[in-house]
């Protein structure tokens, strides 16, 4: 169809000339993005894909083995739990040698560093501007949630991040630089948690409003080094803090795990955020300690142009559970294969809910708050009467018998009761064999634990079989390099001398 000039009038904006910047923002933000694209490509052979139904997402564009790297990236921005700050490093999150004090901010006197390298390297990219602003958080709104705490936090460092004009954390000098952009790509659903979640929603209000505030102290302090022009308003703020989504974590904002799956903080990652979500993922996510990097490592056989996905949930629940968080946090329907045809799984899994779930959740509890030997032993036995005579009869993999397992394990553990941790832990295996993924971490990490016992028990041989499964698991999970691999391997080494 021909143009008329007066049509071509009529598509331009009422001021006429402004369509020509609009034209070259968009022109700029391609070139970015093609320059992302080619970088991802060039360094994992993944490509970034687009369709309507799935969004942005990333394709295998060559075949990967278990353990391979499918991608792994910086976070843009990253910040420690404020309930660890006196016990690690605020920028490493390393834990000092025993008898080794952190290194306190001499001005804030609130951040704490493991050395000065730490230090100056958190001093250099935000803290020269955050430190003035620490003991204001601190007083006004040290008695909030950490979670409200470490929002407030990261929006007002993406806030001097953009205003500094630091494009951030490049893996090395010729990699791909995150900036801006990256975070403004990155998908928010505003306008769904305005009208699902009324309250979620007004918290995020609440938390820009309180960063908005301390962003206004500190231009009343006018330092150096600072473009004000650049200054985002509060409604890209919110949309920011809508990117972190419900409960503030989402395949946005992510929390960071050590080797055992603890965790310690939270971290901005573009890049990891293009990856969608499925309920058989084929690929799981490693954090590197120190660096924070976001490694998302393959579990199983990933062929030229599939698809790769991860899982934003835990597993252990029921289709209906899963569907319904994924919509509530994530916004949308998940229509895997696992969702597709559910019957299955969900049969073996159990409901999780009504009577017997409350009994187990309250012998959870009972556990949860035993202090003494008596009253761990009084606990246990209250795990033990459900285990045999409420859940005799359900199979492995339910979810209820196996939260009852998994306390009975801990339990035995406290109290040195040996065999019964044992026979606990294998049932915590056997169960998460149906539920996870054949090479999933929390797999690997229960296989650790039941070859440890099975060892201290003098069982050396059973405890060498055990150990090399979960060491396989763990080789493909975990960086070799990681505490957890360099742990199994060690003690493998040991039992098998042992039995030798
Ligand atoms: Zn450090
Ligand atoms: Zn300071
Ligand atoms: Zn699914």
Redesign the pocket.
Known sequence: MEMEEGDLQKLRSPHGSLSVPVVLVVAVLMDKFQHRDAYLERSFSVGVRSTENKGSHLVALKAFRPGDTVLRSRPYAFEIFPELREER?N??F?RPAEGISLLRCSSCKITR???KE?QARAWKRSHKYECSLQRELEDRFGSLPSSVYIDVTIIIRIAILLMSGKAVNAMSSDDYVQDHDDVKAMIDHMAQMRKSNAQEFAGNQEIVRIAEHLLDMLQARSPKGLDWSLKPTEEELLKVLCKFACNNFSHAARQIWDDLIVSHGMGVYPLGAILNHSCKPNCVIYYHPETHEQEFRCIEDIQVGEDICHSYIDLAAVSKTRKEKLQSTYYFDCDCQCCKFPEELDNKLGARDGKVTEKCDRAAELLAAAGSRTEIEHALSRLKDLDENVLADRGNVDLDRLSVKSKMLQASIELGMMDSAIRACKQVVEGYRGIYPPLHPLLGLQLYTLGNLLFDDGRGEEAADVLQEGQKILLATHDRRSTMVQGITELLAEARKVHR
Do not use: I, T, V
Request: hydrophobic share 0%; glycine share 12%.
């Open positions: 490093c920028e490493c390393r560093y493991c050395g730490c």
